[in-house]
């Protein structure tokens, strides 16, 4: 059965970096698009990032372009997001979830879910 499980998640301080993983248990990422999305809270869960199965297409919301870069290995069946110049309202939960091949706008088309990490942006 899909499983993704997220690590990295922490306290930070505004203007610091971290980095989320995302590692997947009982299939391969090769074939898979990973999404990354975050909840904040009294908020509704927003897409923060895409990558394509074949790393050929990447996507970035408005608010972490610059800041933010997806990166997969699939050699070791993790994706990853580097969170660089922090923002307290980057602090969320932040969860992986996967898709077959492409990237989707639709959270209920993702087939997998992780258990999500808390990201705390805060000085």
Known sequence: QLQLVESGGGLAQPG????LSCA???????????GWFRQAPGKEREGVSCIRANSGSIYYTDSVK??????????????????NSLKPE??????CAARVAVCGSR?????????????????
């Open 90 to 95: 980057d602090t969320a939960v932040y969860y």
């Open 16 to 19: 610091g970096s971290l980095r």
């Open 107 to 123: 959270r209920e088309s993702y087939d997998a879910w992780g258990q999500g990490t808390q990201v705390t942006v805060s000085s």
């Open 66 to 83: 610059g800041r933010f870069t997806i990166s997969r290995d699939n050699a070791k069946n993790t994706v990853y997001l580097q969170m």
């Open 24 to 34: 997947a248990s009982g299939f391969t990422l090769d074939y898979y698009a990973i």
